[in-house]
């Protein structure tokens, strides 16, 4: 897709999600993350992963959790009930030992 049809994909995209779409959140946040019709940003993929991830989008529940333990989203954005309950895990209980069993590096699990 060229750069003016993404750009005028992303504002009707941007219309429906603000409308509460959780599909078009979901499409949306895709497009940040990855900069396609918009400038790329973590922050505003997150915000809007966030938003169709707590209309059940499962993906979008996915995605932000795997930007969260890999360091793509914003720090304040973990919960501080997330945050404590991380803190108490023994390691073999942790999350994200469960999730990256052999670690984790901006953006992708180790292998």
């Known amino acids: 897709m060229d750069s003016s049809k993404a750009v005028k994909g992303t504002a009707v995209l ?7 779409d959780a599909e078009a959140q979901f499409r949306l ?9 918009v400038a790329q940003g973590y922050a505003d993929a997150a ?3 966030q938003a169709a991830a707590e209309q059940g989008i499962l993906a979008a529940q996915a995605r ?6 890999c360091g793509c989203g914003h720090p ?36």
């Open 14 to 20: 941007r219309s429906l999600a603000e409308a509460g």
């Open 29 to 37: 946040a895709q497009a940040y993350e990855n900069g396609q019709g």
């Open 47 to 49: 915000r809007w992963y």
């Open 64 to 69: 932000l959790g795997e930007m969260y333990l």
């Open 76 to 111: 304040e954005s973990i919960t501080p009930s997330a945050a404590a309950h991380l803190a108490e895990a023994s390691e073999e209980q942790s999350a994200v030992r469960r999730l990256f069993p052999n670690g984790c590096r901006r953006g992708r699990p180790l292998e």
